[in-house]
């Protein structure tokens, strides 16, 4: 019924950018938190950043300073802007979302099928 579909991974050398772009689509309502997790090669997966419709950020302190989470709520759209990358950032990077279908109580969270992030020292 919704799906997330990611782009803007790829390979990078370490102290370069990229900028993950997420979109969500199919029967949504509203969209309350949108954000953005990694799982590295045998670690669990972590929050990076997330946002909420009214603009309210959180960030793993690993990221502080270096990436940005923004949205486009008309859009259904979430971004990440990273910069000075490390190569411990490397990992799959998966968008998230919790939204309704309709107007009422239930949310739902979806995931995004991943984006590769990859930087070399």
């Known amino acids: 019924q919704v799906q997330l579909v990611e782009s803007g991974g790829g390979l990078v050398q370490a102290g370069g950018s990229l900028r993950l772009s997420c979109a969500a689509s199919?029967?949504?309502?509203?969209?309350?938190?949108m954000g953005w997790y990694r799982q590295a090669p045998g670690k669990q997966r972590e929050l990076v950043a997330t946002?909420?419709?009214?603009?309210?950020?959180n960030y793993a302190d690993s990221v502080k300073g270096r990436f940005t989470i923004s949205r486009d709520n008309a859009k259904n759209t979430v971004y990440l802007q990273m910069n000075s990358l490390k190569p411990e950032d490397t990992a799959v990077y998966y968008c998230n979302a919790i939204l309704k279908y309709e107007a009422g109580p239930n949310e739902y969270m979806y995931w995004g099928q991943g984006t590769q992030v990859t930087v070399s020292s």
């Open positions: 199919g029967r949504i309502f509203s969209i309350n938190v």
């Open positions: 946002m909420t419709s009214g603009g309210r950020t």
